[in-house]
């Protein structure tokens, strides 16, 4: 038991989350619950700040409380990022923004975001997937983007420790999708695309624009930024993307095909060379990937330390509440680091 006299001396970490869908929902419950346990035990106390949607917003430097979505929006005021990010650089203090949307405006001001001292956690690949002079700029700062990648997996910050510690990451590979892992896994059992992708929606497991996950755009998104992480300085278009969109008639033949060969089809995602490629790919049963079902992702990283027999990081790649708790654990690690 924690002695009086070793007990953390409390500070407040006020929290700016703009998204409160399903993610941003699922972090807020989630953080509501472990208050106690992390005032406690580490002597932070969370405070809610601000919310923000595409539409609306609410700013409370004294906290807004953990409750949800509707009540989150009694009091609002229509969304105006300007104002926001003022209140956020007057404030003073451990401060963290966490982006839980999928837009394009909110990665525009993270450079903004870290200048005024704040961390920055994020599950958009958007910020971190454009050209090679932003990435350096925003990864060089307080930012964590462990669910950009894999959810909840410690993808990230397993190739972070790889390269710090002198390795030198030769191949990445994988299904870094938990989408399209549960659409072709239904697509083995027989199920029409039509009905898969009508579950995985209802649970949670697409973009909000689910052709992000047919055209192969966030699979490659997620193999741009995980290349760069292992240090290689690549632009967007150094991914091919082939696209399943104009493929959704013959996935079904595709299949039948593989598996009379015996070997599994895939939605693969592959760097070496300093080339990267996202697209169906037919493989053995050894594979790591031949395994995957439902949501899972599976990482494979060959390295100069892993050469004979890649890591490999497997585990549910898709749903609001396991990219809610990674998100979770970048702000633990963006207060440990500020505090």
């Known amino acids: 038991m924690m002695s009086e006299t070793n007990r953390p001396t409390n500070a407040v970490l006020q929290l700016y989350l703009f998204g409160i869908g399903g993610v941003g929902s699922e972090l807020i419950s989630q953080l509501g619950a472990q208050r106690g346990a992390l005032l406690a035990n580490e ?35 229509p969304v105006n990022l300007d104002r926001l990010l003022a209140e956020l650089e007057r404030t003073s203090g451990p401060r963290v923004v966490i982006d839980a949307t999928a837009s394009n405006e909110v990665p525009a001001l993270y450079e903004r975001m870290l200048a005024s001292g704040a961390s920055v956690v994020t599950a958009n690949k958007l910020g971190l997937a454009g050209p090679m002079a932003s990435f350096e700029r925003i990864a060089r700062g307080r930012t964590f983007y462990e669910t950009t990648a894999g959810a909840g997996l410690p993808v990230v910050d397993t190739l972070l420790s790889l390269v710090r510690t002198g390795d030198r990451v030769e191949r990445i590979e994988g299904v870094f999708s938990g989408t399209l892992g549960f659409l072709f896994h239904e697509l083995r059992r027989g199920t029409p695309l039509s009905d898969a992708l009508e579950t995985a929606q209802r649970r949670g497991y697409t973009e909000p624009d689910p052709n992000e996950d047919l055209s192969g755009s966030d699979v490659a998104r997620k193999l741009l930024i995980l290349a760069r992480t292992a240090g290689h300085a690549l632009e967007p278009e150094a991914i091919e993307v082939e696209s399943l969109v104009p493929l959704r008639d013959s996935l079904e033949s595709r299949f039948r095909e593989a598996t009379s060969r015996g070997e599994t089809l895939c939605y693969l995602a592959s760097f070496e060379h300093g080339r990267g490629r996202v697209g169906l790919a037919s493989v053995d049963p050894s ?46 690690k963006a207060w440990r680091e500020l505090s």
Request: glycine letters at 12%; charged letters at 15%; zero cysteines.
């Open 43 to 77: 002597g932070v106390e969370l405070q809610l700040a601000a919310v923000a949607t595409s539409q609306w917003m609410r700013v409370d430097p004294n906290g807004l409380g953990f409750e949800g979505r509707d009540t989150q929006q009694n009091g609002s005021e």
């Open 287 to 332: 594979h790591p990937a031949a395994s995957v079902t439902g949501t899972d992702n599976v990482f494979a990283f060959t390295t100069a330390r892993y050469s004979d027999s890649p890591l490999v990081i497997r585990g549910s790649g898709a749903g609001t509440a396991v990219t809610a708790a990674g998100l979770f654990a970048d702000i633990l």
